[in-house]
Structures are given as C-alpha cells and as structure tokens.
C-alpha cells in the first residue's frame, strides 16, 4: 500500500513539473487567430479562437509522446473531425511557441466528471465508457470538453482562465464553443477535495444551478 501510494502520488506531482500553457498566433482573412495548448507530461490540447469578435473555430487534443523536437499526439477528440477524419497529429516546430504559464494553483491536473449530487445523494458516473467530460487545468489556464473516444463526437468546450482562493474557484471565459456570447463572462463556484474527487458547486453559464463531482484521471498504462 506504502508503494502504490508513492506511486500515484508520483503521477501526480509529475503532472506539475511538467505542466505548461503556450501561444502562438496566425492569421487568417485579416483576421489574429491565438492558439492556445496547454500540456502536461502525457497529455496535449490545443485550441484556436478569436478575441475580436469572440469566436471559437477548433480544438483538439490527446495523450502525446516526444521523440527529440517531434511530438506526436494520438486524438481523444478533434472537433473538426466530421469534416478532416484526423486522429492523430505530428508537431515537429515550436518555435512560434510563447509561454504564458502562471503560477500552479489548487487544482492543477486532468479531472473527469464523475457524477453528480443530488437530493438523494451521489450518482456516480461509469468513467470506463467512451463518452467523457474532462477538464485539465494547467497554470492558471482551464478547459472542458465534451468527447466520446470511440467515435470521435464533439459535443463542447470551453476554456479560459481559473484561480482559487480560499475554497472558491473562479473562472474566466476566453472561448466557447456552444455560445461565443458567454466569452467574458466570470463564474464563481464554491469547491471542496475529497480524495481523488473535486466537489464543485455553483451555476453554470446559462444560470442553472448544479452541484458536480470531477475525479483525477490518471493514466496507469
């Protein structure tokens, strides 16, 4: 029990050295797209919008392994799969690469939506199926997304900036895929650590009420 404990907690310490959030930007029709990625030691997302106006146009991301300045990343959801059939991609040049990482705060890791709490009690989720709800939260930066891994469909995400303070959690929205309109806005929840479960309580974007459970994913392969 000594070992395995050591173990996963290893896993997770890893996660936080090797974590960061990069930018990069290009152009396209006139128009400064920003590039969002951010990484930890296993896993990479990166995302495209607009700040001007507010406008999501993709996203992407998966577990990833580095041969010297190559990194290959094997998709768990590619929002423009649907028109690309991609899923897996190679990235042989950062150099356009900016990192823009903030401090490490509570938090920090990949989490799962494990269920919910409701009037009856917990309802948990099976976290084996394909269809999953994860958010990764690397220095100072959030994003969600909605994916199911064996047929590749995209259901949402969102991201932006996130602190923690005193048992609240706070989110900034810089992007959205269901709602560009909801870019700006600030959402303030109320969180509590139980073991490897995140209880995070508040209102979602649209005002409704929700009292969700996120557990670490950890991956043991």
Request: with cysteine; proline share 2%; hydrophobic share 35%.
């Amino acid at each position: 029990m000594k070992y395995t404990c050591f173990f996963i907690l290893n896993l997770f310490f890893s996660n936080f050295i090797f974590a960061q959030v990069y930018l990069f930007t290009s152009e396209e029709n006139g128009q400064v797209i920003e590039n969002r990625i951010l990484m930890d030691d296993d896993y990479f997302v990166q995302t495209s919008f607009l700040s001007n106006p507010p406008t999501f146009i993709k996203t992407l991301g998966g577990f990833y392994t580095k041969h010297d300045n190559m990194i290959k990343v094997d998709l768990e959801f590619n929002s423009n799969f649907s028109n690309d059939s991609i899923k897996s991609i190679i990235i042989n040049n950062q150099n356009r690469w900016v990192k823009i990482s903030k401090p490490k705060k509570l938090l920090q890791g990949k989490w799962l939506m494990a269920g919910r709490v409701t009037d009856d009690g917990e309802r948990r989720r099976d976290l084996t199926r394909s269809r999953k709800t994860m958010k990764i939260l690397i220095d100072g930066y959030f994003q969600w997304i909605a994916f199911d891994t064996s047929s590749f469909r995209f259901s949402g995400s969102g991201g932006g900036e996130y602190f923690t303070n005193d048992g609240k959690y706070k989110e900034k929205i810089s992007y959205f895929s269901r709602d560009n309109n909801k870019v700006g806005i600030e959402l303030i929840f109320d969180f509590k650590l139980k073991g490897f479960d995140w209880y995070h309580k508040g209102l979602s974007s649209k005002g409704d009420p929700f009292h969700e459970i996120w557990t670490r994913r950890i991956n043991l392969d």
